[in-house]
């Protein structure tokens, strides 16, 4: 397709025509990408500010609660494994958020258990025969890895409008079009 000389967006989406596998974790792989953007520059003490309600809500505990998300449908669910959550604790169902404090070594924790979950997570999908790969989930009975991607397209994109306006409250920074960024 050719272009005027003044189009303002380059050609970035190769999923766009892409075969479904292709399409999923493209997307899912922005969705992500969005999410790591908007945490970029903070220190720890404006990663764990709650700036939104419910008053637990920070990026810090959006980081640690994507990590057990992550672990959950990848390692537990689909990989068929039985791994505890990162930041989970048994007696706080919200301990992803309650325990994320303004301290260097948490936040760095926090990323790197994200980053192992991501990798894992991505590592999972390319070695999977097929998008019918099926896994487990306890009160729900068989899924599609199909479905898991999709679900997780949807959970980071639900999060990411969480983490915009905790970011545009802390330092008035908002994302703009990933179009952009190219």
């Known amino acids: 397709m050719e272009r005027p000389d003044d189009w ?3 050609d970035f989406d190769p999923a766009a025509t892409a075969d479904e ?12 990408a969005a999410f790591e953007r908007k945490c970029e ?15 637990s809500m920070s990026l810090l505990g959006l ?4 990590a057990g998300v992550e672990t ?17 604790d048994p007696t ?8 994320a404090v303004g301290d260097p070594a948490l936040v760095a924790e926090a990323w790197d258990a994200w980053r192992r979950e991501v990798a894992f997570a991505e590592q999972y999908v390319a070695d999977a025969p097929s998008l019918d790969v ?18 997780m397209i ?7 409008g969480h983490a915009d306006l905790i970011r545009e409250r802390i330092d008035g920074q908002v994302t703009g079009d990933p179009m952009d960024d190219a």
């Open 8 to 10: 303002p967006y380059p």
């Open 21 to 32: 596998r292709t399409a999923l974790t493209h997307f899912l792989a922005d969705q992500r």
């Open 41 to 55: 520059g903070l220190d720890a003490e404006q990663m764990a500010e709650r700036a939104a309600e419910p008053p």
């Open 63 to 66: 980081v640690r609660h994507l």
């Open 72 to 88: 959950g449908w990848f390692r537990n669910v689909m990989a068929g494994g039985d791994v505890p959550r990162p930041f989970s």
């Open 92 to 99: 706080d169902p919200d301990a992803d958020f309650h325990a």
């Open 134 to 151: 099926t896994g487990v989930e306890r009160w729900r009975g068989p899924m599609s890895l199909r479905w898991v991607l999709i679900h």
């Open 154 to 160: 949807e959970e980071y994109a639900q999060h990411n």
